[in-house]
T-cell receptor
Framework: GAVVSQHPSRVICKSGTSVKIECRSLDFQATTMFWYRQFPKQSLMLMATSNEGSKATYEQGVEKDKFLINHASLTLSTLTVTSAHPEDSSFYIC??????????????FGPGTRLTVL | RKEVEQDPGPFNVPEGATVAFNCTYSNSASQSFFWYRQDCRKEPKLLMSVYSSGNEDGRFTAQLNRASQCISLLIRDSKLSDSATYLCVVNNGRNNAGNMLTFGGGTRLMVKP
């Protein structure tokens, strides 16, 4: 149980385009999902916390108008990187909490999406 | 100062060796602690939680010292498959979800035959 999927796993796009990344909890309901970014040889940095039915909470330094987050259902959160630029190239990882599960405090991570902006 | 600090390594050890990693955290109000393992170009996976009383899972032992704000991970009888980056993770509970994980930079382990 507690499986989180992400789609796409890899995307290459041109500068200026928008890219949507989906994060799904497959076998549990996730009222809260988290979006992280990881640059090469660096650790994961939390970008935002996505709450079902309400606005996302962004970490300091993360532009909410550039990284649009929608958490419309209990099993799906999307991150849209708008007007992507080469410096947005990174590994984007989502995670979700299963609040009803035995490990309610544990975050389960998706496999990540590798974004390359040319 | 980083919130969670780790020696980036790499730690190069032979198979069968015992290796220990340490991690320090800056927020004394941190609530829970974890070690995650991350393989190259993959997502992090929970290795074990870290309790004040210490905990052991097979060849892996984790300990927490709140006084020194230090977390450790000991791996005995290293296997080639243990080669990965080990992430020290602290839950500060700061955000609205009460579950903000702060990741250390990771310690890279390479186990050689």
């Amino acid at each position: 149980g507690a499986v989180v999927s992400q789609h796409p796993s890899r995307v290459i796009c041109k500068s200026g385009t928008s890219v949507k990344i989906e994060c799904r909890s497959l076998d549990f309901q996730a009222t809260t999902m988290f979006w992280y970014r990881q640059f090469p040889k660096q650790s994961l940095m939390l970008m935002a916390t996505s709450n079902e039915g309400s606005k996302a909470t962004y970490e300091q330094g993360v532009e909410k108008d550039k990284f649009l987050i929608n958490h419309a259902s209990l099993t799906l959160s999307t991150l849209t990187v708008t007007s992507a630029h080469p410096e947005d190239s990174s590994f984007y990882i989502c995670s979700a909490r299963d609040r009803e599960g035995p490990s309610y405090n544990e975050q389960f991570f998706g496999p990540g999406t590798r974004l390359t902006v040319l | 100062r980083k919130e969670v600090e780790q020696d980036p390594g790499p730690f190069n050890v032979p198979e069968g060796a015992t290796v220990a990693f340490n991690c320090t955290y800056s927020n004394s109000a941190s609530q829970s602690f974890f070690w995650y393992r991350q393989d190259c170009r993959k997502e992090p996976k929970l290795l074990m939680s870290v309790y004040s009383s210490g905990n052991e899972d097979g060849r892996f032992t984790a300990q927490l010292n709140r006084a020194s704000q230090c977390i450790s991970l000991l791996i005995r009888d290293s296997k080639l498959s243990d080669s990965a980056t080990y992430l020290c993770v602290v839950n500060n509970g700061r955000n609205n979800a009460g579950n903000m994980l702060t990741f250390g930079g990771g310690t890279r382990l390479m186990v050689k035959p």
